[in-house]
């Protein structure tokens, strides 16, 4: 009887194995993997986990501006002296030294229409120049009666005062300068 390597008896030191090893071996790392893959598919599918979200959006209407009237100084004499002439932003005036002021006087006047309770920002040029019909020009400042104001089912208002500068002997001659004003949601 000779030596057979695959028979049942063997020497186990010498490592040798039967003929279905590889066919064993090949199906139990099928298994193995098999049943890692559905451990792991079952551990991501206890792991997930799901929330809602809420889509918002807020409409409102366009912001229409209208002026309902000017900044007025109105008429004043020119003396030998530099000075001012104020109108507030509810259209009162102060008329400097060395000038006298003549007529009514207005603060500018605006109109905002827009959403009901939304809060609009009221602003615009700090300054104006004035030119005058026969040469000659003037500065204003302006000031605003409210850096923001709320509309009511009506809309809202704002006013513009304003400090004009009027230089000494003043040349004569009707002056005007326009300034821009805005209005946008907060």
């Not at 039967?18 to 206890?46: Q, V």
């Not at 008329?95 to 603060?107: F, I, R």
């Not at 230089?167 to 009707?174: E, I, K, L, P, R």
Request: hydrophobic letters at 40%; a positive charge.
């Amino acid at each position: 009887m000779g030596w057979d390597i695959h028979s049942k008896i063997r020497p186990k030191f010498f490592g040798i194995k039967g003929p279905n090893h590889m066919r064993n071996f090949g199906m139990k790392r099928a298994l193995l993997g098999a049943a890692i893959a559905a451990l792991a598919m079952n551990a991501s599918a206890a792991q997930a986990a799901s929330a809602t979200g809420t889509a918002t959006a807020k409409i409102l209407r366009q912001i229409t501006l209208t002026k309902t009237s000017d900044l007025q100084y109105a008429t004043i004499i020119s003396g030998a002296t530099a000075s001012t002439v104020a109108v507030s932003t509810a259209g009162a005036a102060t008329c400097g030294a060395g000038l006298t002021c003549t007529g009514t006087t207005t603060a500018g006047s605006y109109n905002v229409q827009g959403t009901n309770g939304a809060v609009v920002l009221v602003g615009g040029d700090s300054t104006v120049t004035l030119n005058g019909s026969l040469g000659g020009t003037m500065t204003s400042t302006l000031t605003y009666s409210s850096p923001n104001i709320t509309l009511s089912p009506t809309g809202g208002s704002f006013q513009v005062g304003g400090t004009l500068s009027v230089g000494a002997n003043q040349a004569s001659g009707d002056y005007s300068g326009t300034f821009n004003v805005t209005a946008n949601y907060q």
